[in-house]
């Protein structure tokens, strides 16, 4: 097989894992349309991403309140398949720490908070809670907040106790901004931004701004919230794309492998979305003996498609 159709192929296998749903939006009046892809919502607000031609005042993801929307988009996020979107919020998240240590939580919202240490009867208390009752997570973290501000070494506690007695009694007060991060078991622990990664940072604090500089309401809080969650969760899922692609294209090479020395065939398998389900047609390329095993392995991959014209993209020597 000649190399341009061998790059032509695996461009084919790649694209298809990156095909993603998206369905037209309007508003209630019906003047104003758009294409997106649902990413989370609640009863009073929806987050969608617009596709790469058609960003919304320079930002990937747009935050629309419920209510605005056309009656038919509304009726949509009672959808099966709106809900399922919807739960990929929910979905466990892997974050990359500075010191390249890895934690899994699922970022929830914002916050800021001040932290006072200080030392009284020979102990060391850190918002008047004794240092070594608090969780083993703030144990972990505090002594980087004090080496993040002071510019000092603490690599133990012992090291933490010096530095505690050259306050001298007197307290000593650091405000952090962070995140609030859920644990799998439901914990949740206010993270400070300067422990994660640049790349990971640059995931979950473009909206941090605007969030600190508004006094917000309840209600502003909660949209938020909302609109973090779907920026965290969306970063996530492009990591989880990016991987993927590396693998499809591990896999690719092996599959060129296989019809090149005559196993198996190439085939282009065109699939239509199942009934009721959103989306466009798609172009499958898979390796099988003959048609009916490519339109199956075509189906094993988008059970919510249906196999359309199967083509025969090379022949077997």
């Given amino acids: 097989m000649p190399q341009l159709h061998c790059l032509l192929t695996i461009c084919l296998v790649l694209l ?20 997106a892809i649902l990413v989370a919502f609640d009863s009073n607000t929806v987050v969608l991403k617009s596709t790469e031609k058609e960003r919304m005042n320079g930002h ?9 929307l056309s009656e038919v988009d509304q009726e949509y996020l009672n959808s099966k398949e709106a809900v399922d979107a919807n739960l990929q919020l929910d979905k466990r998240q892997s974050w990359t720490m500075r010191d390249g240590s890895t934690v899994v939580g699922k970022i929830v919202d914002f916050v800021r908070k001040d932290v006072t240490v200080q030392r009284r009867r020979d102990r060391i208390y850190v918002n008047d809670r004794l240092f070594s009752n608090l969780p083993e ?15 000092v070494s603490i690599p133990t506690e012992k090291d933490l106790e010096k530095w505690v007695l050259t306050l001298r009694g007197k307290p000593k007060t650091f405000q952090c901004e962070g995140v609030i991060l859920e644990f799998e078991n439901g914990d949740e622990y206010a993270i400070p ?19 600190s500089a508004e006094k917000a309401d309840e209600e502003q809080k909660r949209e938020h919230s909302l609109y973090l969650q779907s920026q965290a969760s969306t970063y996530q899922q492009n990591v989880q794309n990016q991987l993927a692609v590396q693998q499809q294209m591990a896999v690719a090479q092996l599959q060129l492998l296989a019809v090149n020395t005559g196993a198996v065939d190439l085939w282009e398998v065109y699939m239509y979305p199942a ?3 959103y989306g466009y047609p798609i172009n499958v390329v898979v390796t099988a003996r003959d048609s009916s095993q490519a339109s199956a ?15 025969k993209l090379s022949r077997r020597r």
């Fill in 16 to 35: 298809q894992t990156q095909v993603a749903p998206k369905k037209e939006w309007s508003d209630k009046s019906g003047n104003y349309q758009f294409s």
């Fill in 60 to 68: 990937e993801l747009i935050s629309i309140p419920r209510k605005d």
């Fill in 193 to 211: 931004f300067f422990l994660f990664s640049e790349s990971d940072l640059k995931a979950i604090r473009p909206s941090w701004e605007q969030w």
């Fill in 137 to 151: 997570v703030y144990q972990k973290i505090f002594p980087k907040v004090v080496e993040e501000f002071e510019k």
């Fill in 275 to 277: 009934q009721g389900v």
């Fill in 297 to 311: 392995q075509a189906i094993a991959r988008n059970p919510n498609y249906v196999v359309g014209p199967v083509k």
